[in-house]
């Protein structure tokens, strides 16, 4: 059974910082694309961070360039996102998601339908 768990949410002032991981069980995602999506609140679950499977490609929504970054350990099947510098509209349910197609192709893949494995999401709470 495939499982990905994230963990580092919580209630932070704007201005703060929170680390996100996500960690994958059940089967190994070192050859496929990883990402952040988030979901706030009457919104639709959008891009926020991808990561190539070597990590050597990454992608970021605009509204978090130069505030939020992602990285992994293939060999800690874990993905993860530092987010800095937070603001009250990064406030949503955070997801981690992986591919499911392995390929030695390493790209960064950015849309919903891109992913067949979810986490169950992490709350993350901005106050101004």
């Known amino acids: 059974q495939v499982q990905l768990v994230e963990s580092g949410g919580g209630l932070v002032q704007a201005g703060g910082s929170l680390s996100l991981s996500c960690a994958a069980s059940?089967?190994?995602?070192?050859?496929?694309?990883m990402a952040w999506f988030r979901q706030a609140p009457g919104k639709v679950r959008d891009i926020v961070a991808a990561?190539?499977?070597?990590?050597?490609?990454?992608y970021y929504a605009d509204s978090v360039k130069g505030r939020f970054t992602i990285s992994r350990d293939n060999a800690k099947n874990a993905v993860y996102l530092q987010l800095n510098s937070l603001k009250p509209e990064d406030t949503a349910v955070y997801f981690c998601a992986a591919r499911g197609l392995a390929s030695s192709y390493d790209y960064t893949a950015k849309g919903r339908l891109d992913y067949s494995y979810w986490g169950q999401g992490t709350q993350v709470t901005v106050s101004s």
């Open positions: 990561i190539s499977w070597s990590g050597n490609s990454t």
């Open positions: 059940g089967r190994t995602f070192s050859r496929s694309p």
